[in-house]
């Protein structure tokens, strides 16, 4: 035992010797096996993004991302962001980090249905879970390897790298008091959210954040979601809409993502991967600090200072929209089998998180309003 011991470190001590032998010949020679050759190479990375450069909230979000990984690998490294339209449009990023064009893309999951309608589940569906609650199923209910599954035929693999929190039901310029009130409703809402916009007979226009202020204004749009108070009061959108609906059940609490093309991430030494890989959850963590500080001042000043008016969608309403969101969902389980297992286990999560929430953090929000 002793001496195979013995002979094992005396093996290691000579491997030892001729690795660093090498390392003095060939400083640049790599290899898997031998990461300590590596930890002198540098390397910069390309970042493009699904929004306008330095848009407060997301795109400062990826550039908070970019410059935690730069700093903390001392710049051995560096990551450079791009803007939507900078290198590739912001609906390209996805094939961009794919193909290797750059190594990190950072956006949301459900703008890549077209690949796969179950990318949805990663950002946000109507009447599913809470930003908190997602991360608990992405990192300890089995979400997170479905997601790897799903992106590993496009050579990415997928990261939560902040989150908007639950956004607001939108400005209207109307009262909606009944379900028939969205009757030929011209709305802007992306995703399974317009799809039962549709169902209830509203119609849909999608356009991109940057056209809502002026297509409210011209009366292209009669109501419009975006986000939450702190980005939709620099849109300016209490301007041009009446009235601020809640809660924003078509986007319980957004997820934004950031994809590594996997090649790019497999040729890191281990520790910038590891940097990489927890760059992430703090990347996560202060985009979602940022939205709940901002979210709150900007509401305040929504209220008191710009006079917003302020509308609860009814408890008939709600249940109409929370019953064909299911219906909605449920076709799309029907046609799509990745969906479907992830639906399952997406659901069981929800059925867990709504008893836990009920007597925890909405028993406390309750119990605290009482007096404060
Ligand atoms: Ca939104």
Redesign the pocket.
Known sequence: MKRREFVKTASLAALSATALAACEKQPLQHSPQAPALRANKTFKWKMVTAWPKNFPGLGTGANYLAETITAMSGGRLEVKVYGAGELVPAFEAFDAVSKGTAEMGHAGAYYWKGKSEATQFFTTVPFGLTSQETLGWLKFGGGQELWDELYAPFNLKPFPAGS?GV?MGGWFNKEINQIEDFKGLKMR??GL?GEVLQRVGGTVVNLPGGELFQAMQNGTLDAT???GPYNDLAFGLHKVGKYYYWP?W??PG?IMECFVNQKALAGLPQDLAAIVTHAMDAAYEQMSAEFTARNNRALTTLLTKHKVQLRHFSKDILTTLAKISQEVIEEMIERDPFSKRVYQSYSQFRKESMQWNQIGELGYAQARALVF
């Open positions: 908007t956004q809402m992306p959210g979601e975006w986000v924003g078509h986007e957004s």
